[in-house]
């Protein structure tokens, strides 16, 4: 069974840093898409960092700021939150695609419906 598990959620003051981690268990996803996710209250989920086998993409709210990782020894992703602000207030969540999922072509995993595996989030505030 896959899990996906965020932590390193927490409270931070504008212009601080977190760090996100999400440890994947059940399966290896060191060749397979993961990406993260964000939701604010009464706002859709927004698409936040994807990275592939061989590149990464950001959504254009966190370009320049945040940066996607992955140790695939721990089988985790990681995504490290600079500059923050109060409008990165939200839960953010980790994704994964699954084998079957990789080999869509179609898929070019910036959209909830890309990811085949969610984790059940963690919460990021940021006091302005």
């Known amino acids: 069974q896959v899990q996906l598990v965020e932590s390193g959620g927490g409270l931070v003051q504008a212009g601080g840093s977190l760090r996100l981690s999400c440890a994947a268990s059940g399966r290896t996803f060191s060749r397979n898409t993961m990406g993260w996710f964000r939701q604010a209250p009464g706002k859709e989920r927004e698409f936040v960092a994807v990275?592939?086998?061989?590149?990464?993409s950001y959504g254009d709210s966190v370009k320049g700021r945040f940066t996607i990782s992955r140790d695939n020894a721990k089988n985790t992703v990681y995504l490290q939150m600079n500059s923050l602000k109060a409008e990165d207030t939200a839960v953010y969540y980790c994704?994964?695609?699954?084998?079957?999922?990789?080999?869509?072509?179609?898929?070019?995993?910036?959209?909830?419906?890309?990811?085949?595996?969610w984790g059940q989030g963690t919460q990021v505030t940021v006091s302005s």
């Open positions: 990275i592939r086998w061989i590149s990464v």
């Open positions: 994704a994964a695609v699954s084998s079957a999922g990789q080999r869509d072509y179609t898929r070019l995993y910036l959209r909830e419906n890309d990811y085949d595996y």
